[in-house]
C-alpha cells in the first residue's frame, strides 16, 4: 500500500498506516521528495510519549531523520536506544547543540580559559556524534563583546573554530554554524547574518566548519533567502524551517516554503532540512496539520 499519493492526505494517511499495521501488513510510507527532520515532543500525541515510539511513528509518515538539539544531554543509554531505533529505522540524525551560549562572549574571545571551553565541547561533541551516527553538530558563536572592535571579535572567532574545526576533522564530524535574529529571539549575538557566516567559514576554510542556515532567523534579519542560499551555497550543509512570524509550520506565515523546496530540489540538494518549529494547533489535530503543511509544501 503506497501513501505518497495526494488521495491519502490528513487523517487518512495515519489511519491507513494504522489499519495495516493491525493487519500484519507491510507498510510503505510515503516518499518526500527532501530529507525534513522532525524533532522529538512534536508528535508525541499520535505516538505516545516514548522516543522510540515517536521515532516509528516519524518513519511512518514518510519522515527519513530526526533532529534533536538536547541530544547531548540525554543519559548515554537513551542515546544508544535512540540510535539503534534509527539504524533499523533507516533514519537519519541530524544536528545536535555542540556549543551555544546566549549570554556570555564565547568564540570572540581570545581569553584562554574560554578558549578550553569551546575545545572540551567539541571534544564532547565527537563522541555524542559517534554513539548516535551524526554528521552535524551545531555550533552558536556565543555573544558580541561590546569592549572589543569587532575586526577583533571576528578574528578570535575564526582562530577558536580553526583550532575546533582540527578536532572535527579527524572524527568525519562538521560544525555547523547558526546565525540567529536578534530583533526577535536572540538579541546581542555575534552571529546574525548568511553573508558573515560565509566570510568566517571562508576564512577558516575546513571541511568541519559550514553553515547552518535557519530559513525562520534569516527571514526576520535579512530576508532575500533564495539569493543567499545561492551565494552562500559552498558553505551550506544543513538548513532549518519555520515560519514567520510564530515560528511554526510552513504555510502559518509569510515565508513561501513551497517554492524553497522547489528552490533546493533543482539544486539537488540531498542534505537535512530540520523542523525547527512548533505547531500552531494542539493536541493531534495540530500533528496532523504539520504533515499536511510538508505534504503540500512538498509538491
Not at 246 to 251: N, Y
Request: proline share 5%; hydrophobic share 45%.
Amino acid at each position: 500500500m503506497t501513501l505518497g499519493r495526494r488521495e491519502f492526505f490528513g487523517g487518512a494517511a495515519v489511519a491507513a498506516v494504522a489499519v495495516a499495521r493491525l493487519a500484519g501488513a507491510a507498510v510503505q510510507p510515503r516518499r518526500f521528495s527532501l530529507n525534513y527532520a522532525p524533532h522529538f515532543g512534536m508528535f508525541r500525541h499520535s505516538a505516545g510519549d516514548d522516543p522510540v515510539d515517536q521515532l516509528q511513528f516519524m518513519a511512518d509518515q514518510g519522515f527519513t531523520a530526526l533532529e534533536d538539539n538536547g541530544m547531548g544531554a540525554r543519559p548515554v543509554k537513551q542515546q544508544e536506544r535512540i540510535a539503534a531505533r534509527m539504524r533499523r529505522l533507516g533514519m537519519t540524525m541530524g544536528v545536535f547543540v555542540a556549543h551555544a551560549d546566549f549570554r556570555a562572549v564565547t568564540f570572540a574571545s581570545a581569553d584562554p580559559a574560554v578558549r578550553q571551553r569551546l575545545l572540551d565541547d567539541i571534544r564532547a561533541a565527537v563522541t555524542i556524534a559517534a554513539r548516535v551516527d551524526a554528521a552535524w553538530c551545531t555550533v552558536v558563536p556565543g555573544c558580541v563583546d561590546r569592549r572589543l572592535a569587532p575586526e577583533y571579535q571576528a578574528a578570535n572567532v575564526i582562530d577558536n573554530l580553526k583550532r575546533c574545526a582540527e578536532i572535527c576533522e579527524t572524527a568525519g564530524l562538521v560544525m555547523v554554524l547558526e546565525p540567529l535574529n536578534t530583533l526577535r529571539d536572540h538579541p546581542g549575538l555575534f552571529l546574525t547574518k548568511i553573508p558573515q557566516a560565509y566570510m568566517i567559514c571562508e576564512a577558516v576554510n575546513s571541511a568541519s566548519c559550514a553553515i547552518l542556515d535557519d530559513l525562520y532567523h534569516q527571514q526576520i534579519t535579512e530576508g532575500n533567502l533564495i539569493p543567499n542560499i545561492d551565494a552562500a551555497w559552498d558553505r551550506i550543509a544543513y538548513f532549518q524551517v519555520g515560519d514567520n512570524p510564530g515560528r511554526k509550520e510552513p504555510g502559518t506565515g509569510e515565508i513561501n516554503y513551497r517554492n524553497i523546496f522547489r528552490h533546493l530540489r533543482a539544486k539537488q540538494y540531498k542534505g537535512l532540512i530540520g523542523m525547527e518549529h512548533g505547531n500552531s494547533l494542539p493536541d493531534r489535530k495540530g500533528e496532523q496539520a504539520v504533515i499536511d503543511a510538508y505534504i503540500r509544501c512538498d509538491g
